[in-house]
């Protein structure tokens, strides 16, 4: 990784735009059908996902090793960066440093988040059915709520602010005018894909998931 820093950049660059940009905006269309449909939309959105072919081969190459790879790598940018935010205060400066904290706070709340949905299913503790449940006893913790949308906007704020510095880096905006349109495209796209995902966990915290919840805790305290 050390040995041929210009291909782990370019990798690190790639990996954060195809395939977890793509994994980012997918996530938050499926979650947003907790807002625009209910649980049964929610319900049908994560079947869907999960009635693809291959998927635990998708899920291995296709999100979980590209996220190690570019988290991983990422954290040793972040501390080989110097800010410079103190010298300069132009806006790209800011963003520079905050790619820097927003990738080590989207890097833990990933994992987190991981840890307390997708792993348990793994374990056998839930089923996909019961995703609804889990969110909506994490999103009706107010502690929890108030972290996951701290990692939701800096998730959705590294995402979209490296698509503008990927744009660049990969050569598709190579003057002035089109990086600055460009950063209007990524602004708004940090906009809308946050709202989707804001919008979600209000969602999972309504009386809809609360009898879908309780419904599930009678089953299980049934079996």
């Known amino acids: 990784m050390l040995g041929n820093s210009y291909f782990s950049r ?24 907790a807002y625009e449909r209910g649980p049964e939309g929610f319900s049908n959105g994560v079947h869907l996902i999960n009635s693809l072919p291959l998927i635990p081969l998708l899920e291995i190459f296709g999100i979980y090793l590209p996220l190690l790879f570019h988290g991983i790598y990422g954290l040793y940018v972040a501390y080989q960066s110097n800010s410079n935010t103190g010298r ?54 107010p502690t929890y709520f108030v972290l996951y949308v701290i990692g939701v906007l800096a998730a959705v704020f590294h995402f979209s602010n490296g698509l ?10 190579v003057n002035p005018r089109a990086q600055r349109i460009s950063s209007y495209i990524c602004m708004g796209v940090f906009v809308i894909v946050s709202a989707l995902f804001i919008l979600s966990l209000v969602a999972f915290t309504g009386d809809e998931f609360k009898e879908v919840a309780n419904a599930a805790s009678a089953v299980a305290a049934i079996r």
């Not at 954060?16 to 499926?30: D, Q, S």
């Not at 510095?165 to 050569?171: D, K, N, P, R, T």
């Open 164 to 173: 503008w510095a990927f744009l660049i880096s990969w050569g598709i905006t």
């Open 10 to 33: 370019k990798l690190h660059s790639l990996l954060g735009i195809i395939p977890l940009g793509g994994f980012i905006v997918v996530h938050a269309l499926t979650n947003y059908q």
């Open 88 to 141: 300069f205060k132009y806006g790209r400066n800011w963003a520079f440093t905050a790619q820097r904290i927003t990738g080590v706070i989207t890097f833990v709340f990933v994992f987190w988040h991981v840890y307390q949905t997708r792993l348990q299913v793994y374990l056998g503790e839930i089923t996909h059915e019961e995703l609804g449940s889990t969110m909506h006893h994490i999103a009706s913790n």
